[in-house]
Nanobody, 121 residues
């Protein structure tokens, strides 16, 4: 079955960096797109970054220029490099399995368990 296992969340100071990892199993890694969502306190889940099968990436305006999403086909892992973290980035971050069959990112509703990122100012 599909498994997405996130890791790397931590408590950091504003301005610092973190790298989240999402280990993928149970699917043919190169056949899918992947996204990173986050859910802050009393907020809905928002898509912050995605990477399509061919490598095209996209970002929400709130993280553009600070976050980078990339994938390792050997390790079958998706990463989210987060730089210059701000208190507004505090959230649980979720890895998501997706499709780009319609030339944009669509969630297939497979999720990891989430990893907590807390940024203190």
């Amino acid at each position: 079955q599909v498994q997405l296992v996130e890791s790397g969340g931590d408590l950091v100071q504003a301005g610092e960096s973190l790298r989240l990892s999402c280990a993928v199993s149970g699917v043919h890694f190169s056949d899918y797109a992947f996204g990173w969502y986050r859910q802050g306190p009393e907020m809905g889940r928002e898509l912050v970054a995605f990477v399509l099968k061919a490598g095209t990436t996209g970002y929400s305006d709130s993280v553009k220029g600070r976050f980078t999403v990339f994938r390792d086909f050997v390790r079958e892992t998706v990463y989210l490099q987060m730089n210059t973290l701000q208190s507004g980035d505090t959230a649980v971050y979720f890895c998501n399995l997706g499709s780009d069959a319609n030339h944009h990112y669509d969630s297939l509703n497979y999720w990891g368990q989430g990893t907590q990122v807390t940024v203190s100012s």
